[in-house]
């Protein structure tokens, strides 16, 4: 993730006026950080698995499955989130993401809580970004906040 990351960040256009290189400048290090941070991480994963297996020999694999479970998962309410993101809408769309990923990783039985953090934290992006930053966000149908 890292490295597509960075190199998407190398593709940015160069600026017309100033330093060249200068909005390349911020991405850039934090691709970087997300690379450091992930080989890191790896070894941390490698060193414990190592020692897993000194204590007690079994079989415990890198990755166990119910973690499969999860990143695939993820991977897929990811593309559902892209594909409603335009045509339901920022409000909408990260409502639906947000309710699928607290529902994977909390469960059931919290869903009137997990309902709760995607509405209000949704709503919360919406009016930050648009209305005090002026950053555009698409348009939800229904709402004009």
């Given at each position: 993730?890292?490295?597509?990351?960075?190199?998407?960040?190398?593709?940015?256009?160069e600026a017309s006026v100033g330093r060249a290189f200068e909005p390349k400048i911020f991405p850039l290090m934090l691709g970087i950080i997300l690379i450091s941070m992930s080989i890191s991480l790896l070894i941390r994963?490698?060193?414990e698995q190592k020692e897993t297996e000194k204590k007690e020999p079994s079989d415990v694999p890198f990755f166990k499955e119910a973690g499969f479970k999860k990143i695939g998962?993820?991977?897929?309410?990811?593309?559902?989130?892209?594909?409603?993101?335009?045509?339901?809408?920022?409000?909408?769309?990260?409502?639906?993401?947000?309710?699928?990923?607290?529902?994977?990783?909390?469960?059931?039985?919290n869903w009137k809580i997990n309902t709760a953090v995607a509405v209000l934290f949704s709503l919360f992006i919406y009016i930050v970004f648009s209305k005090l930053l002026g950053v555009y966000l698409?348009?939800?149908?229904?709402?004009?906040?």
């Open positions: 993730m890292g490295l597509v990351y960075t190199s998407a960040t190398l593709m940015l256009p994963e490698l060193k998962l993820t991977c897929l309410a990811s593309i559902v989130y892209a594909l409603l993101f335009d045509k339901a809408g920022y409000v909408i769309s990260t409502i639906i993401f947000l309710e699928l990923e607290l529902l994977l990783f909390n469960g059931a039985k698409p348009l939800t149908p229904g709402i004009w906040v």
